[in-house]
């Protein structure tokens, strides 16, 4: 399965789907397969790991229905630490990911146990 990542607001993405200019594709990224079917929203995101043969699995499991209303959370935290995840995933050696660890651990994690801390609004 070939997957093709195009700019929304390109004239190329406006030739495969028209009106997609219309669909706030900026902000919720659109997905559109040969036969002309197309996903937003959550949906998107499942297409895309399930377009990815290694991560089809994942796909199936994020589209339970336990963790799909999770979705767009678990989406978020994976986009803001994408650099952090990509340098974990990518380790081979456990030393030096147990150091990336132990250097990403927040104050709540340094005696051995992890607790949520409050957010700015004591949360």
């Given at each position: 399965?070939?997957?093709?990542?195009?700019?929304?607001?390109?004239?190329?993405?406006?030739?495969?789907?028209?009106?997609?200019?219309?669909?706030?594709?900026?902000?919720?990224?659109v997905v559109l397969a040969d036969d002309g079917a197309w996903w937003q929203g959550d949906a998107?995101?499942?297409?895309?790991?399930?377009?990815?043969?290694?991560?089809?699995?994942?796909?199936?499991?994020?589209?339970?229905?336990?963790?799909?209303?999770?979705?767009?959370?678990?989406?978020?935290?994976?986009?803001?630490?994408?650099?952090?995840?990509?340098?974990?995933?990518?380790m081979t050696a456990d030393a030096p990911l147990a150091g990336m660890i132990r250097a990403e651990?927040?104050?709540?994690?340094?005696?051995?146990?992890?607790?949520?801390?409050?957010?700015?609004?004591?949360?």
């Amino acid at each position: 399965m070939e997957v093709e990542f195009t700019d929304w607001a390109s004239d190329e993405a406006v030739r495969s789907l028209p009106g997609i200019r219309e669909m706030d594709a900026g902000a919720n990224a659109v997905v559109l397969a040969d036969d002309g079917a197309w996903w937003q929203g959550d949906a998107t995101w499942l297409t895309c790991l399930w377009a990815t043969r290694q991560y089809r699995p994942w796909a199936h499991r994020l589209a339970s229905p336990a963790l799909r209303p999770l979705l767009r959370r678990i989406v978020a935290v994976i986009s803001e630490n994408r650099l952090t995840f990509s340098r974990l995933f990518h380790m081979t050696a456990d030393a030096p990911l147990a150091g990336m660890i132990r250097a990403e651990t927040t104050d709540g994690c340094k005696d051995g146990t992890c607790r949520a801390t409050a957010g700015p609004d004591g949360s």
